[in-house]
């Protein structure tokens, strides 16, 4: 009986690679420059499927971020410029911050409509690279280099779910306050940002009843928090 061949993890490796050399503060240039000299063929034969695809870019959203603003420190006074800037070289190709969150992540979503439209016109890379299925998970995922992010983990396919669920309940039970004499929750602002990739209000009760934050029983009032957007760099997660 033969073994089915397991997918080549060479770029999830490269992906962690140069996230572990952003938190050692080390060099990056000979990575960054591995990753410039692929092709869209590499990356698509490379990213079979959802869990390789969201691994990889997680992994590498986390150490752009971390790089760009460690090369400018002032990036974050134009935050605009900061996510849309097509200044990460991968495959040939120079892409943004946001290309990778809304587009490759979030499946071509339309950044400004809380989650409830697409973009009119993906390109074909993007339909190459995108997730077939979005997970709203990865929102607890994606560190943005503000004191509001979650911490930064290094994602893998094998450990994928167990690493966004923890990843889902440790920032909710962190971020998430709880009046049970008001009856009243308050929830991250990005829940707010992206409502619809979380199913809505409905659907926002129903993951916190996932995560235990709150009883089968209860149905609280939703207030969202705002956001913190001082920088906060080399928050790595210990797990």
Known sequence: MNTPKQPDQTLIKLSQQILYAVKMNEETTDLQRNLSALTLEDLVKALPDDKFKNCFWINIYNAFTQIKLKEDEEAYADKNKFF????ILI????????????GYLRRSKNKKSLGYLGKLFPGSTEKKLRVATPDYRVHFA????????????????????????????SYLEAETFFNRNKKVIELPAIMSWFRADFGGIKGMIDILKKYHLISMNEKPAIVFKQYNWTKDLNNFSEE
Request: aromatic fraction near 4%; proline fraction near 7%; charged fraction near 20%.
């Open 84 to 87: 849309t800037t097509k200044n």
């Open 142 to 169: 994606l560190n943005c280099g503000a004191a509001s992010c979650p911490p930064i983990a290094f994602y893998s396919p094998e450990k994928l779910n167990q690493q966004l669920d923890l990843a889902t309940q």
């Open 91 to 102: 495959a040939r190709q120079k892409i943004s911050l946001d290309d990778i969150e809304h």
